[in-house]
Structures are given as C-alpha cells and as structure tokens.
C-alpha cells in the first residue's frame, strides 16, 4: 500500500488533505511540530489503522520510508510567521531541503505547498504562472515570501539536478473550518468578529482585492497535481472569482446576520492591493477548477466558528 506523508497535516489545510486521503483509503503519515496546528484537527483520526501521528519539526531531518510528500509545513499567517522570522526562513528552507533529501532518497514524489506571495505585490494582474513576481527581500513578510520563493528554486534544482519527482502548488487564500480564530486571517477575522458582535476591522479602504478559495476544492487541486505525471512548473490554485475585502465583509455580515459595523484601521506595510489566480494551467492540465461558491463556502465556516464562539462565551 502507498503510504503518504503530510507534513503541516495538523494545520488548517493539511488536516483537510489528512480527511480526504484516509477517505480515499490512502496510508497517511502526519508530522506536524504543533506551532500553529491543532491536534483537535485531527482527533478523528487518531484511532483510524490508515492513519499514524508523528511530532517532528521539519527543519530537522526525517527518515521514514514513503512513496509521496506533501510538503505543507509552515506557519501561514502574517501573526504567526512574523512571530519567529528567523524560524519562518528556516521552516521553508531547512524544511523543503529535509524533505527533498527525504524524496531523493526513497524515491518518493513531492509536493511543495508554494503561495501567490510569490508575486508579491504584482503590476500583472490576474498572475499566470510565468510572472516572477514583484517582492521585497527585506520587508517584514520577506521571511515567509522569499522563503516560500526559495523553496521552489530548491524544488526546481533538486528536479534538475537529482530528478527528483517535484510539484509546485502556488496557493492563493483558502479559507474554511479549523483556520485559526485569532490568527489574523481575514475569513476568519471578519467571521468571528460577526459572531460576536465586534465591528469588523479593515484596512486601508477596504478596496483591495482577493480571490477566496474554498478547502475542499484546494484538497482536490493539491491532490490532482500529486497525480498529475511529469508536471514540474509551477501550478496556481485558487479561486478566480475576485472581491473587494469591504464586499467580503458585508457578505459575512450578512451570513452572520449580524449588524456589526465596519471600521478601519491603516494598510500594513507590503500589504498586496490586488490578487486573482490566473488557472488557466490548473484547468487544462489537472482539469481542475473550484467548484464551492463564496456564499457557500462562508455559510460552512460560520456554521463552525459559530460553535467555537458559543463554546468559548
Ligand atoms: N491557507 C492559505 O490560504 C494558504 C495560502 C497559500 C499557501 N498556503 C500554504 O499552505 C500550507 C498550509 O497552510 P495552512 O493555512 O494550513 O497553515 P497552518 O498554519 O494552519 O498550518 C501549517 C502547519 O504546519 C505546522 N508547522 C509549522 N512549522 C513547522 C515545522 N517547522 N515543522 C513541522 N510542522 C510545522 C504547523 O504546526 C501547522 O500545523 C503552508 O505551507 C502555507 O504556506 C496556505
């Protein structure tokens, strides 16, 4: 039997993942360090034969015997990467390094959990694949961006240079249940803000834009492009459909039904004005394309955070 290792798969996106392969009946390895990953994500699985725990920091090698990697380990969000950014660098680089020589040695297939900061603030717009990005090396989201971008050239040279079986998948926003309350995230923020009543923080004027993307279509994209043969480039994923954050906040609003009032804060520094995926590749490649409307998408997260909220007053 195939046996697949998740790492990060304790986290928001990689406890999805963990849920989807055991339900393919897939051999699932999770390894996760707990820094912003929650072992209440994946307390149901813990009594499942397919699924087996292992607390282990990536920046410190793994030896394990596995037939593919989806490399996911990394603290997401801007709190919690800005937190250590010395660690955040070395997560995504020691991390990617541990995890390719892992590959390398069992022959098994990888995939890079990669990011749209790549493009970091980009005067190409929506972003293809073989737009290189506009990024500050030295500004304080530089540890997660520049450390994802080197990721994948380590991805790209152990490729070329070792045939190593890589897959790259830039991640644009995903949201959905077990992101984190209080970790800053804008889903998340604007949700649990409505649930209990607090006005709901925007920065700037609220007019800059992002794409959303559902987590069970991210799972089915990340798992289409481990299966996808030969496809080294780099691949986009995310949901093309484009909003303001004020028309995110007003949609949550009314979803909550809540009449909390919107207030705003200023830009932080680096802050991106405008993201959109361009999945053109995804969808004739992988034919993949996210299936889960926004509105729906949110009615699932609220339904979540809603018991959270009522647990936690
Ligand atoms: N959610 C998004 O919108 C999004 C967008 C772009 C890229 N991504 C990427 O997808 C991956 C998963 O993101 P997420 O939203 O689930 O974030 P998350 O913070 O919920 O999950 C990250 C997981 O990695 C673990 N981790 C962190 N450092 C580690 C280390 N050194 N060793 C072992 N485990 C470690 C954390 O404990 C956590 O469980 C990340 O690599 C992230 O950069 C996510």
Redesign the pocket.
Do not use: W
């Given at each position: 039997m195939k046996r697949v290792l998740v790492?990060?798969?304790?986290?928001?996106?990689?406890s999805h993942l963990c849920d989807r392969l055991i339900k393919n009946g897939v051999d699932v390895l999770c390894?996760?360090?707990?820094?912003?990953?929650?072992k209440a994500n994946i307390a149901h699985l813990l009594g499942n034969p397919l699924f087996e725990l292992k607390r282990?920091?990536?920046?410190f090698p793994l030896y394990v015997e596995v037939d593919k990697i989806y490399n996911?380990?990394?603290?997401?969000?801007p709190v919690?990467y800005q937190h250590d950014p010395v660690?955040t660098t070395k997560?995504s680089v020691h991390?990617a390094i541990n995890m390719l020589g892992l590959a390398k040695r069992v022959k098994a297939c990888i995939l890079q959990?990669?990011?749209?900061?790549v493009y970091g603030d980009p005067e190409v717009h929506p972003q293809p694949e073989d737009y290189s990005g506009r990024v500050n090396p030295i500004g304080i989201r530089s540890c997660?961006d520049e450390g994802?971008r080197l990721a994948e050239t380590l991805m790209m040279d152990y490729h070329r240079q070792n045939q190593v079986d890589t897959r790259i998948a830039r991640?644009?926003?995903?949201?959905g249940p077990r992101?984190?309350e209080d970790d800053g995230?804008v889903v998340s923020n604007f949700v649990v803000q409505a649930l209990r009543g607090e006005p709901l923080t925007l920065y700037g004027e609220g007019s800059q834009t992002r794409s959303f993307c559902y987590v069970d279509d991210l799972v089915e994209g990340l798992i289409r492009l481990m299966n996808a043969d030969d496809l080294h480039q780099p691949v986009n994923l995310g949901n093309p459909g484009e909003f303001t954050i004020k028309q995110l906040a007003e949609e949550v609003r009314r979803i909550c039904g809540s009449d909390s009032e919107l207030t705003y804060l200023p830009l932080p520094e680096d802050d991106p004005r405008q993201r959109k995926p361009d999945i053109t590749t995804a969808q004739s490649v992988l034919g993949w394309i996210p299936k889960v409307p926004l509105a729906e998408g949110l009615e699932r997260t609220v339904q979540y955070f809603r018991e959270r909220v009522q647990n936690s007053s």
């Open positions: 790492t990060g798969g304790a986290g928001f996106v990689g390894v996760d360090n707990f820094f912003t990953g929650n282990h920091d990536v920046t996911l380990a990394c603290p997401a969000s919690h660690q997560t991390g959990a990669s990011t749209s900061e997660y994802k991640i644009f926003n995903t949201y992101m984190l995230r």
